[in-house]
């Protein structure tokens, strides 16, 4: 049972009855039920009649049971850690007569749980705002002979109360060329929202909702804002918020005091706070933008210079913030004083005596975990001439170092450049504590975009392909479905590889092909291209000879494993798995990956090939681990979808023997074929795309190089006796298969570039529907621009990894496909063209 309020006017019996209709329910019976209906309107007109004693002069009031209304409660609202209590919403009614459409609105309130009041004058409406203070007005717009309701809007507009309220107007329905139809006038007078006239309760239910939800809540959140700067106002240490661009937005009083500036003079301006006297100004704050650009926290101690001209030492602590889309939209800096001690004094006379601004350096280079105390070697720095016997001091726990009897490269690496500092000149001690803490970050591999002119389309891919997408936990639940082990369509399976259907054998005669067209096979094997040209595939290879396996049972193997691929994906089903196959035997018939491989090896890599996406759920790792999903959790949200892929494949093949490919090889063959099966899958995750690449440059590209250019053969094997080196190539083969769709003629690029953009569509709309974080929001189906989304892609992740995989295998003809297909993204761009092609070409 809840309270509502209704207008004190006359009703015709039909409205009344209407009604009561709605109000008891709408199953029409006999018995019980209908004595209830009848008693109910035999007392309604007299209950119209009754007023509220509290009601205002204009106001009319009624209370009322209502069993089908909901119950009058308050709704619990969430601001980042913020929990908010917001009463029950209160509404305002303003119709100089009671018709229809007032109606809908009151009884859409009475659903809605809202406390709604009605008003027939603008004098009655003024006061009765000033009184509750509305969160929603709805005004009658449509006769302008009762009250002009742009004046009303506007009066209460001129009211304090009235900015944190949504107005409504009611309108006649005119034709959309009508000049009544525009919206500026309204939007000129106060207005929010403009809502054609229709008096049907759900109409006016889901516009009350949709206001709630939206403008309504909004507003609630902004005006709890209030409170935190309130607690910020009153803060004892200063604090400074910035723009991604660090332009300052808001500083505290205690900021204020600390720096002697007035906030006036500081709001909207860059950040400037180092002295630009100061010599390393650039390299610290290179050292800070490279941190903070990532998403970490930054701490260290500086000198600042107060507006009075002297400088102050600050303990400094940057937080980034995320905001919209993912992305870093704010710094947060929390400033301290640090406490005056022998060595501080010592530091400002040198400042003082030197002119020198060199600030001290930042304590975030120091570990506070003990074990790393060995690598931690910051400390203090000065040009003065006291610099060699704070030197001395750079290196407490060397010794503990270098007693190490087990070190990792890194350790060996970092320990080398301490010693080096120990006797250098104070710039190259400097220059080389930046390159320790460049060392020490975990992430040595992946280049750091620009934010200034950052392509969202480029930076929207590489935060959906390289993270684990944990910007903000959520308790919805990814469920994984899997696919049911059945056939897909009618078409008979091959009892031997030479009892394939004619149209089927006829297009597998092109497999060697780089041009071979998968979508061919794809429609005539009705969705399992994977088994026919699975099968054709490793008996051209060999693969049941080496596994000592029959036919049989490899078909079988091949039945299952892409009967866990879903065909209902876009992308990620057994096509693309295919396509990664046919890529991957072609790289193994190229003459120097030949050579710098083994039987088994390649075994491996079309294993891995066909197994490397199965039971694909259409979702990037990103989404599963921000929707909680079960595999994200069994994963710990690292490599989830890979590790999924290779445990299942497993899983499925030694679970029953008549599939089971592996069950007649050593063991030892065995454990070895599976590991390397594993690494190529995990190899696909795209978090190392940067450190696969950059390896095998590195270990493979340069080094052959070299060697070429001392010998006049052209096809050394640069693999051959060196397992670190074959693991290498194996990666950057499976993960040039697995993306090579930009390297593939242009009808079959078109192709694929649209089915992976409808994947991320569909991704993104079930973000949306969850409330999950949108990983890339540029894949929006109403707004992407496919060209660009492709362009970025080709930019960021293809053209080195194409480059340095052309350098080794010679793929002349792939790299002409990677320009002819750029150069069609590029004009499609240019000619501001969203689609997969221009319309004319459709």
Same mark, same amino acid.
């Given at each position: 049972?809840?309270?509502?309020?209704?207008?004190?006017?006359?009703?015709?019996?039909?409205?009344?009855?209407?009604?009561?209709?709605?109000?008891?329910?709408?199953?029409?019976?006999?018995?019980?039920?209908?004595?209830?209906?009848?008693?109910?309107?035999?007392?309604?007109?007299?209950?119209?009649?009754?007023?509220?004693?509290?009601?205002?002069?204009?106001?009319?009031?009624?209370?009322?049971?209502?069993?089908?209304?909901?119950?009058?409660?308050?709704?619990?609202?969430?601001?980042?850690?913020?929990?908010?209590?917001?009463?029950?919403?209160?509404?305002?009614?303003?119709?100089?007569?009671?018709?229809?459409?007032?109606?809908?609105?009151?009884?859409?309130?009475?659903?809605?749980?809202?406390?709604?009041?009605?008003?027939?004058?603008?004098?009655?409406?003024?006061?009765?705002?000033?009184?509750?203070?509305?969160?929603?007005?709805?005004?009658?717009?449509?006769?302008?002979?009762?009250?002009?309701?742009?004046?009303?809007?506007?009066?209460?507009?001129?009211?304090?109360?009235?900015?944190?309220?949504?107005?409504?107007?009611?309108?006649?329905?005119? =034709? *959309? %060329? !009508?000049?009544?139809?525009? &919206?500026? $006038?309204?939007?000129?007078?106060?207005?929010?929202?403009?809502?054609? #006239?229709?008096?049907?309760?759900?109409?006016?239910?889901?516009?009350?909702?949709?206001?709630?939800?939206?403008?309504?809540?909004?507003?609630?959140?902004?005006?709890?804002?209030?409170?935190?700067?309130?607690?910020?106002?009153?803060?004892?240490?200063?604090?400074?918020?910035? =723009? *991604? %661009? !660090?332009?300052?937005?808001? &500083?505290? $009083?205690?900021?204020?005091?600390?720096?002697?500036?007035?906030?006036? #003079?500081?709001?909207?301006?860059?950040?400037?706070?180092?002295?630009?006297?100061?010599?390393?100004?650039?390299?610290?704050?290179?050292?800070?933008?490279?941190?903070?650009?990532?998403?970490?926290?930054?701490?260290?101690?500086?000198?600042?210079?107060?507006?009075?001209?002297? =400088?102050?030492?600050?303990?400094?602590?940057?937080?980034?913030?995320?905001?919209?889309?993912?992305?870093?939209?704010?710094?947060?800096?929390?400033?301290?004083?640090?406490?005056?001690?022998?060595?501080?004094?010592?530091?400002?006379?040198?400042?003082?005596?030197?002119?020198?601004?060199?600030?001290?350096?930042?304590?975030?280079?120091?570990?506070?975990?003990?074990?790393?105390?060995?690598?931690?070697?910051? =400390?203090?720095?000065?040009?003065?001439?006291?610099?060699?016997?704070?030197?001395?001091?750079?290196?407490?726990?060397?010794?503990?170092?270098?007693?190490?009897?087990?070190?990792?490269?890194?350790?060996?690496?970092?320990?080398?450049?301490?010693?080096?500092?120990?006797?250098?000149?104070?710039?190259?001690?400097?220059?080389?504590?930046?390159?320790?803490?460049?060392?020490?970050?975990?992430?040595?591999?992946?280049?750091?975009?620009?934010?200034?002119?950052?392509?969202?389309?480029?930076?929207?891919?590489?935060?959906?392909?390289?993270?684990?997408?944990?910007?903000?936990?959520?308790?919805?639940?990814?469920?994984?479905?899997?696919?049911?082990?059945?056939?897909?369509?009618?078409?008979?399976?091959?009892?031997?590889?030479?009892?394939?259907?004619?149209?089927?054998?006829?297009?597998?005669?092109?497999?060697?092909?780089?041009?071979?067209?998968?979508?061919?096979?794809?429609?005539?094997?009705?969705?399992?291209?994977?088994?026919?040209?699975?099968?054709?595939?490793?008996?051209?290879?060999?693969?049941?000879?080496?596994?000592?396996?029959?036919?049989?049972?490899?078909?079988?193997?091949?039945?299952?494993?892409?009967?866990?691929?879903?065909?209902?994906?876009?992308?990620?089903?057994?096509?693309?798995?295919?396509?990664?196959?046919?890529?991957?035997?072609?790289?193994?018939?190229?003459?120097?990956?030949?050579?710098?491989?083994?039987?088994?090896?390649?075994?491996?890599?079309?294993?891995?090939?066909?197994?490397?996406?199965?039971?694909?759920?259409?979702?990037?790792?990103?989404?599963?681990?921000?929707?909680?999903?079960?595999?994200?959790?069994?994963?710990?949200?690292?490599?989830?979808?890979?590790?999924?892929?290779?445990?299942?494949?497993?899983?499925?093949?030694?679970?029953?023997?008549?599939?089971?490919?592996?069950?007649?090889?050593?063991?030892?063959?065995?454990?070895?074929?599976?590991?390397?099966?594993?690494?190529?899958?995990?190899?696909?995750?795209?978090?190392?795309?940067?450190?696969?690449?950059?390896?095998?440059?590195?270990?493979?590209?340069?080094?052959?190089?070299?060697?070429?250019?001392?010998?006049?053969?052209?096809?050394?094997?640069?693999?051959?006796?060196?397992?670190?080196?074959?693991?290498?190539?194996?990666?950057?083969?499976?993960?040039?298969?697995?993306?090579?769709?930009?390297?593939?003629?242009?009808?079959?690029?078109?192709?694929?570039?649209?089915?992976?953009?409808?994947?991320?569509?569909?991704?993104?709309?079930?973000?949306?529907?969850?409330?999950?974080?949108?990983?890339?929001?540029?894949?929006?189906?109403?707004?992407?621009?496919?060209?660009?989304?492709?362009?970025?892609?080709?930019?960021?992740?293809?053209?080195?990894?194409?480059?340095?995989?052309?350098?080794?295998?010679?793929?002349?003809?792939?790299?002409?496909?990677?320009?002819?297909?750029?150069?069609?993204?590029?004009?499609?761009?240019?000619?501001?063209?969203?689609?997969?092609?221009?319309?004319?070409?459709?």
């Amino acid at each position: 049972m809840r309270e509502c309020t209704l207008p004190c006017v006359y009703m015709q019996q039909s409205f009344s009855f209407l009604f009561l209709y709605i109000f008891l329910g709408s199953r029409c019976n006999s018995g019980e039920e209908g004595r209830k209906r009848a008693c109910a309107a035999e007392h309604l007109p007299g209950l119209v009649r009754a007023r509220a004693p509290c009601e205002a002069p204009h106001v009319g009031y009624l209370t009322l049971s209502s069993q089908t209304s909901q119950q009058v409660s308050s709704a619990e609202v969430r601001i980042g850690p913020m929990r908010l209590t917001q009463d029950p919403i209160q509404v305002l009614l303003i119709f100089a007569k009671e018709d229809s459409q007032s109606d809908g609105f009151w009884w859409a309130c009475d659903r809605a749980g809202y406390r709604c009041n009605i008003a027939r004058t603008p004098e009655s409406a003024l006061e009765c705002f000033l009184d509750k203070h509305h969160e929603i007005i709805v005004i009658d717009h449509r006769q302008t002979q009762n009250f002009d309701a742009e004046a009303v809007c506007r009066s209460i507009r001129a009211t304090n109360p009235s900015e944190h309220t949504v107005i409504l107007a009611v309108v006649s329905r005119v =034709s *959309d %060329d !009508h000049e009544e139809a525009s &919206v500026l $006038p309204l939007l000129h007078a106060g207005f929010n929202r403009r809502f054609m #006239e229709n008096s049907s309760i759900i109409a006016c239910y889901n516009e009350l909702i949709q206001i709630e939800h939206g403008e309504v809540r909004s507003q609630f959140k902004l005006r709890a804002c209030n409170s935190v700067f309130t607690a910020l106002d009153h803060c004892h240490e200063a604090i400074e918020i910035t =723009s *991604d %661009d !660090h332009v300052i937005q808001y &500083v505290n $009083p205690a900021f204020e005091r600390m720096m002697g500036y007035h906030k006036g #003079e500081l709001l909207g301006k860059e950040l400037a706070d180092l002295p630009k006297s100061d010599k390393n100004r650039a390299d610290l704050l290179d050292t800070i933008n490279t941190c903070i650009k990532k998403g970490k926290e930054w701490q260290g101690v500086y000198y600042a210079r107060r507006k009075s001209g002297d =400088s102050i030492q600050q303990h400094v602590k940057i937080t980034p913030v995320i905001g919209q889309g993912g992305k870093i939209r704010h710094f947060v800096s929390l400033k301290k004083l640090c406490c005056t001690t022998d060595n501080n004094k010592q530091i400002h006379k040198i400042h003082r005596d030197s002119g020198d601004n060199s600030q001290t350096e930042p304590h975030s280079f120091r570990y506070k975990n003990r074990r790393k105390e060995s690598i931690d070697v910051k =400390s203090i720095s000065s040009r003065g001439s006291d610099a060699p016997s704070l030197q001395n001091r750079r290196y407490p726990s060397m010794a503990r170092i270098h007693s190490m009897t087990i070190e990792a490269p890194i350790t060996k690496v970092i320990n080398i450049i301490n010693a080096a500092q120990e006797n250098s000149p104070v710039t190259v001690a400097e220059a080389l504590d930046r390159v320790l803490e460049i060392l020490r970050t975990t992430e040595l591999y992946s280049p750091q975009l620009g934010t200034k002119d950052e392509d969202p389309h480029t930076s929207d891919l590489v935060g959906g392909l390289m993270t684990d997408g944990l910007r903000r936990l959520s308790g919805n639940e990814y469920v994984f479905t899997k696919n049911v082990h059945q056939s897909h369509s009618h078409l008979a399976m091959p009892i031997t590889i030479n009892d394939v259907p004619p149209c089927i054998s006829q297009l597998l005669d092109n497999e060697e092909s780089w041009d071979f067209n998968i979508f061919e096979l794809e429609a005539v094997t009705h969705k399992r291209p994977l088994v026919y040209l699975g099968l054709k595939v490793f008996s051209r290879f060999g693969v049941c000879e080496f596994l000592n396996c029959s036919e049989t049972t490899l078909r079988a193997w091949f039945q299952v494993i892409e009967a866990n691929y879903h065909s209902s994906n876009a992308y990620h089903n057994s096509t693309h798995a295919a396509d990664v196959l046919h890529a991957t035997a072609f790289f193994l018939g190229k003459e120097r990956v030949k050579g710098s491989l083994d039987q088994l090896d390649e075994v491996a890599a079309l294993i891995a090939a066909t197994v490397h996406d199965v039971d694909h759920p259409g979702r990037t790792n990103s989404f599963l681990c921000n929707a909680g999903s079960e595999l994200a959790v069994l994963y710990n949200d690292t490599a989830v979808l890979e590790s999924h892929h290779t445990a299942l494949a497993f899983q499925l093949t030694v679970k029953d023997t008549k599939c089971n490919i592996f069950k007649n090889i050593d063991r030892n063959h065995y454990r070895t074929l599976r590991q390397a099966i594993i690494d190529m899958v995990l190899a696909t995750e795209m978090t190392k795309h940067f450190e696969h690449v950059n390896k095998f440059v590195n270990s493979i590209n340069k080094p052959m190089a070299a060697e070429i250019e001392g010998s006049d053969c052209e096809c050394n094997p640069a693999g051959k006796n060196f397992p670190e080196n074959q693991i290498l190539i194996k990666r950057m083969m499976i993960k040039c298969a697995d993306v090579a769709n930009p390297c593939r003629p242009l009808d079959l690029c078109i192709e694929w570039a649209g089915r992976i953009s409808e994947e991320y569509f569909a991704q993104t709309d079930e973000e949306k529907r969850q409330g999950l974080p949108v990983v890339m929001p540029v894949f929006d189906r109403n707004t992407c621009s496919i060209p660009k989304s492709q362009i970025s892609f080709i930019d960021y992740f293809i053209t080195d990894m194409f480059d340095a995989w052309d350098a080794f295998a010679h793929l002349p003809a792939l790299m002409q496909h990677l320009a002819d297909n750029y150069k069609h993204w590029k004009t499609l761009d240019d000619l501001k063209c969203k689609s997969l092609r221009l319309p004319s070409d459709s």
